[in-house]
């Protein structure tokens, strides 16, 4: 048992490594309201503000997964959550629309050097249930992204924006200690056959079940991001504090990260195609739901936004585990479609978007947004899984 647990020491320095890393990431949603008061910015340009945050953290996220499968080097989860816990850290206190462009890229960036190798080592080092210890790994980073929003709206409303570079040294601590103990690559790894750039992304876009499970991810996280960006614009619209909307956002978040880890039991429960389709499809009612109470019956709305984070993210690790099985050695890049790039194409969509919900109205765009799943979902689960 004692030989188990020090064999399992590094998956579980990697998943605490990613709590930290996605506690940072988490950060800015629920503030950006108030970020935008002060530099004297609109909603519109508030979110394509977020939108580069999700771009430059998940977009790249396969290229740097490419390079992380060909070395043997740690560095890129050292360097990651580095640049991630400064530079998201410091945006807040920016004076200056460019300096907060600037400081949301850089940050963003190490969120995207991180993930791909921290996915592909936690698969690599993993030494039993994979589709178990994936839940564990990715409902870390789910538990830390919904932790980032009570930190720094809690910080905002009782200490204040410029207080917010301080929580950097969390990440800066965190980052020294995998340093010692998370064991080099070399160490515990066979040696890594290189790879060609162009045939290894041409061989994951032209595998036609990889692009339904990216499909699948792209589906939840435009449903996940539109609702973390919108809604805090809406609740400071009707009055609510900065920790009122930093509490929803992290029981939100909180609620997919426990849908994340107990998604392996969920699936033997109910079937795996059952959980796709009570992940995509159920948002929409719980939407409709949410638009009827949000004003008159606050409480029964906090609920139904709650529930929508857990039912959206509880198929996420079973994604993650059926797409780095079909092609195995390319876990990192494949990470990187999976956990990135996925969020890259729908942060693309959202500075559009931002601008439409500031025309039409938030709920009216939320609505259609989380409708599109409904079209969507019954033909590609049914393509994915005919080829079993």
């Known amino acids: 048992m004692k030989q188990q647990n020090e064999k399992n020491l590094p998956s579980i320095w990697l998943n605490c490594a ?37 771009i430059f953290s998940s977009l790249i996220q396969p290229i740097f997964g490419f390079f992380a499968d060909n070395i043997t080097k740690r560095a890129f989860v050292f360097w990651g959550i580095l640049m991630t816990s400064t530079f998201i850290s410091l945006a807040p206190s920016s004076k200056s629309l460019l300096l907060l462009i ?57 200490l204040g924006l410029d207080k ?13 200690l995998m340093f010692k103990f998370v064991p080099k690559i070399s160490d515990k790894l066979e040696q890594i056959e290189h790879k060609n750039f162009t045939e290894t992304f041409s061989s994951i876009i032209k595998n036609s079940r990889l692009r ?10 435009l449903v996940t991001t539109s609702c973390t960006i919108l809604l805090p614009f809406l609740w400071k619209g ?75 993210m509880m198929a996420m690790p079973i994604t993650m585990v ?13 990470g990187g479609f999976i956990n990135g790039f996925s969020w890259g194409i729908v942060a693309v969509f959202m500075s559009g978007i931002g601008f439409l919900a500031q025309a039409n109205g938030i709920i009216p765009v939320l609505l259609t947004i989380t409708f599109v799943p409904i079209i969507f979902t019954p033909p590609v689960i049914k393509k994915l899984f005919s080829k079993n």
């Open 18 to 54: 990613h709590f930290i890393n996605d506690t940072y990431t988490g950060m800015l949603n629920p503030i950006m309201p108030f970020i935008a008061v002060k530099l004297g910015i609109s909603m519109a340009i508030a979110t394509v503000v977020l939108s580069l945050s999700h």
């Open 102 to 158: 600037m400081f949301v890229i850089a940050g963003s960036m190490g969120s995207s050097i991180f993930h791909p190798q921290a996915l592909g080592l936690s698969a690599k080092f993993t030494t039993s249930d994979a589709a178990k210890n994936m839940g564990y790994f990715i409902g870390m980073g789910t538990l830390g992204f919904a932790f980032g929003p009570i930190v720094s709206a809690g910080v905002t409303q009782f």
């Open 164 to 176: 917010i570079p301080v929580l950097s040294l969390f990440g800066i601590i965190w980052a020294l």
């Open 212 to 221: 339904l499970l990216i499909s699948i991810s792209i589906l939840k996280t």
């Open 238 to 312: 009707i009055g609510k504090t900065p920790f009122y909307i930093g509490f929803a956002l992290f029981a939100f978040t909180f609620a997919g990260g426990i849908g994340s880890l107990i998604s392996r039991k969920i699936e033997q429960k109910l079937g795996t195609t059952n959980v796709f389709y009570i992940s995509l499809m159920a948002t929409f009612p719980l939407m409709i739901i949410f638009a009827l109470t949000y004003k008159n019956y606050s409480e029964i709305a906090f609920g139904i936004f709650v529930l929508t984070g857990f039912v959206t």
């Open 322 to 334: 059926l797409a780095q099985s079909v092609i195995p050695e390319y876990k990192s890049i494949i």
